[in-house]
């Protein structure tokens, strides 16, 4: 459960516009492709940028942009190490990791469905091949 969401005393997101706002924003945050993958990614600890980047398979100005908006966002921290070459790190915060829980229960199904969803696909584009 959110902290302080549905709490007797909390106005239902329906009946108050300026909570739809909010909730949208948070979730174009934190349920785009990037934000969800980075976050798979630091669940299993911290990784430095080139890490992060070859891992996911991402354009390193993509890769910037997405960290500036999940550290924004607290979701992510971000460590520089002044050193040479310098050194910078990122991992999830408090607020990341539980982030991270529904994020790992969605790929596990998504992997657990690919087979169904590929079943389904397979079958729709049949269905409308054959009616073009």
């Given at each position: 459960?959110?902290?302080?969401y549905m709490k007797?005393?909390?106005?239902h997101?329906?009946?108050?516009?300026?909570?739809?706002?909010?909730i949208?924003?948070v979730?174009?945050?934190v349920?785009?492709?990037?934000?969800v993958?980075?976050?798979?990614a630091l669940?299993?600890?911290?990784?430095?940028?080139?890490e992060?980047?070859?891992?996911l398979g991402i354009?390193?100005?993509?890769?910037s942009?997405t960290?500036?908006?999940?550290?924004?966002?607290?979701?992510?921290s971000?460590?520089?190490?002044?050193?040479?070459?310098?050194k910078?790190?990122?991992a999830l915060t408090?607020l990341?990791?539980s982030?991270?829980e529904?994020?790992?229960?969605?790929?596990k199904?998504a992997i657990?469905n690919?087979?169904?969803?590929?079943a389904c696909?397979q079958?729709?584009?049949?269905?409308t091949?054959?009616?073009d």
């Amino acid at each position: 459960m959110i902290p302080g969401y549905m709490k007797e005393t909390a106005v239902h997101p329906a009946q108050d516009p300026s909570q739809c706002q909010r909730i949208k924003e948070v979730l174009a945050r934190v349920g785009d492709r990037w934000s969800v993958m980075i976050v798979i990614a630091l669940d299993g600890g911290t990784m430095r940028f080139n890490e992060l980047k070859r891992h996911l398979g991402i354009t390193q100005r993509m890769l910037s942009l997405t960290l500036k908006e999940l550290e924004r966002d607290g979701l992510i921290s971000r460590t520089y190490h002044p050193t040479i070459p310098p050194k910078v790190e990122y991992a999830l915060t408090p607020l990341g990791k539980s982030f991270s829980e529904p994020v790992r229960s969605m790929g596990k199904w998504a992997i657990d469905n690919l087979p169904n969803i590929d079943a389904c696909r397979q079958r729709y584009d049949a269905a409308t091949e054959t009616s073009d």
